[in-house]
C-alpha cells in the first residue's frame, strides 16, 4: 500500500472515503455510517467511545487523555438529502470523485480519520488532542452541541471545505421566517387588498435591494417561499425561510436581526395583509480570530513544511464554528473540497486533494 512522506496511506484513505460516501447518512439518519466508523477505528486499535446525542444517534469521539484535551479535530458525518436516491453514490472520474458529501463534508472526515490511525501507527499520538465526527450539522447542529455540553477545548479544526485555505475567519449567521396573512378569495379577485403572496413578493424585493445596496458582502438567500393550498382562489397565507449570511466586520446578527424586523414590518404596513410573524431560529456571532497563538502558529509551520503559501481567509457560510465560539472555543475551518460544489448534484472533489489534507492533518499532529 502506498504511503505518503507523512506516513499517510493514500489507498487505505481512498477505499474508507469510498465506503463512507457509499453510506447513506442525511441529517437523522446516520446510524450505518456511525456503526461504520466506530467498527473502523476500533479494528484499528484507537480508543473509541460513541456519545448518545439522540435516541438511535451518536457521536464517535476518539479521545487518549481525557485531562489534555486540547485540540480537537471536529468533522461532521450527516449529508443533505441526496437528489436521486438511485444515484448518490461514489463514482472516480480521472481522481475527480463525485458522490453525495464528497466535498460537505465526508472527504475531511475521511481525512481526518487517515492521519490520527496514521499517526497512532507511529506509535507517538499525541496526548492532547482528539477526533470528534459528530451527527446533525446539516440540520440543527444538535451532534456539537452535545460535545461540547460533556467535553471543553481551547482549539478546534474543522474539516468543512476550504479548498485547503485556513479560515481564520466566519460569516456571523441569521435564520428568518416571515408569515404573511391576507384574505382568502377567488382567483378573480387577486388584484384585490389583503393578498399575502403579493406582499410577500413586494417584502422580499425590497429586502434584496436594501442588502445589496448597504451591504454588498453579505449573503442573502431566500431558501423557500410557499403559500397556503387553495385551489382557485387567492392564498390566505403566504410564508417564505430566508438566510442570511454576514462579514464578521459588519454589524452583528443580532442587530442585523432587528433591522430586518423592521424593514419587514414597515414594507407591510396599509391595506396589505392581515397579519405578520416575523422569527429568528437562528442567530449566530462571526468572529475573527489573530493569526497567532497556539494553533495558528502550528498551522503557519504546517503549510511552510508542505510548500503552501498562509494566507487565512473567511468561511461564509454557517457551521458548527459558530457553535463552538459561543463556549470560548477557538475554531479554524480547514479541509479539502469547494464550498460552491457542496449542496449540489454535481458535488465533487479532487482525491488528490483529499490526500494532501490527510497529510497536512498529519503534520498538525506531528507539531502538536
Not at 445596496?213 to 438567500?221: F, I
Not at 419587514?264 to 422569527?279: A, F, H, K, R
Not at 503549510?303 to 461564509?316: C, D, R, T, V
Amino acid at each position: 500500500m502506498a504511503k505518503t512522506s507523512t506516513g499517510i496511506k493514500s489507498e487505505r484513505l481512498r477505499k474508507l472515503f469510498r465506503d463512507m460516501v457509499n453510506i447513506y447518512s442525511p441529517s437523522g439518519k446516520e446510524y450505518e455510517i456511525t456503526e461504520y466508523l466506530a467498527t473502523y477505528l476500533h479494528e484499528k486499535k484507537l480508543p473509541v467511545t460513541l456519545r448518545e446525542v439522540d435516541e438511535g444517534r451518536r457521536n464517535v469521539e476518539v479521545v487518549f487523555k481525557e485531562s489534555k484535551l486540547e485540540v480537537a479535530f471536529i468533522g461532521h458525518i450527516d449529508t443533505v438529502p441526496a437528489f436521486d436516491i438511485e444515484n448518490y453514490e461514489y463514482k472516480d472520474r480521472d481522481g475527480e470523485i463525485s458522490g453525495l458529501g464528497t466535498a460537505d463534508m465526508k472527504s475531511g472526515c475521511a481525512a481526518m480519520i487517515e492521519a490520527f490511525v496514521s499517526k497512532y501507527e507511529s506509535g507517538t499520538i499525541p496526548q492532547n488532542c482528539g477526533l470528534f465526527l459528530v451527527v446533525g450539522e446539516e440540520e440543527s447542529g444538535d451532534g456539537t452541541a452535545a460535545l461540547i455540553k460533556s467535553r471543553s477545548f481551547p482549539w478546534a479544526i474543522v474539516a468543512e471545505p476550504t479548498n485547503l485555505v485556513s479560515c481564520l475567519g466566519h460569516y456571523g449567521y441569521l435564520e428568518m421566517l416571515v408569515s404573511i396573512y391576507g384574505t382568502r378569495r377567488h382567483a378573480s379577485m387577486a388584484g384585490r387588498e389583503y393578498n399575502a403572496i403579493f406582499s410577500m413578493l413586494n417584502m422580499l424585493m425590497k429586502l434584496c435591494e436594501t442588502i445589496q445596496n448597504k451591504y454588498p458582502l453579505a449573503v442573502l438567500n431566500i431558501r423557500d417561499i410557499h403559500s397556503s393550498e387553495s385551489g382557485f382562489a387567492v392564498p390566505g397565507s403566504c410564508e417564505a425561510c430566508i438566510d442570511l449570511h454576514i462579514p464578521p466586520e459588519y454589524e452583528s446578527p443580532k442587530a442585523f436581526a432587528r433591522k430586518l424586523k423592521k424593514l419587514v414590518s414597515d414594507n407591510l404596513s396599509g391595506d396589505s395583509i392581515t397579519g405578520c410573524e416575523i422569527e429568528f431560529p437562528i442567530v449566530a456571532d462571526g468572529y475573527n480570530l489573530e493569526d497567532t497563538g497556539y494553533i495558528p502558529e502550528i498551522l503557519k509551520n504546517t503549510y511552510k513544511q508542505h510548500n503552501m503559501e498562509w494566507s487565512p481567509g473567511y468561511f461564509n457560510s454557517h457551521s458548527d464554528a459558530n457553535l463552538l465560539i459561543e463556549i470560548g472555543c477557538k475554531p479554524i475551518i480547514l479541509g479539502p473540497g469547494q464550498l460552491e460544489k457542496a449542496h449540489t448534484r454535481d458535488e465533487s472533489v479532487q482525491i488528490d486533494q483529499v490526500i494532501k489534507a490527510a497529510e497536512i492533518y498529519r503534520t498538525i499532529l506531528d507539531n502538536l
